[in-house]
């Protein structure tokens, strides 16, 4: 199984304008990437997906995501989010077993 990391990501859109615009924010990403403005807590984000989430790391992370961002103020901040959940999903991935 291959994970679909759009299915849940808060970013959407479709057509060649908008792969153009995914391109840049995805270069905004990667620059939050490199300046976070969050920190992830993996004992506690890996405690959560084993007791929430195993099986679904896409919708776990975007629930993540978005609960972190809620309760710090920043829903309006979708690059973020979107950073983290990728972040998430990749973590997950490689600290994991059996998460394809």
Avoid: P, T
């Amino acid at each position: 199984m291959k994970i679909d990391k759009s299915r849940f990501g808060f970013l959407k859109g479709e057509g060649s304008l908008f792969e153009k615009m995914l391109q840049r924010v995805n270069i905004l990403i990667q620059n939050i990437n490199d300046s976070r403005r969050y920190q992830l807590d993996w004992e506690h984000i890996l405690s959560e997906y084993d007791r929430l989430g195993v099986g679904d790391v896409c919708e776990f992370a975007s629930g993540y995501a978005f609960g972190w961002h809620a309760m710090n103020g920043k829903l309006s901040d979708d690059v973020s989010k979107q950073a983290m959940y990728i972040e998430i999903i990749e973590g997950i991935v490689r600290l994991r077993d059996n998460v394809i």
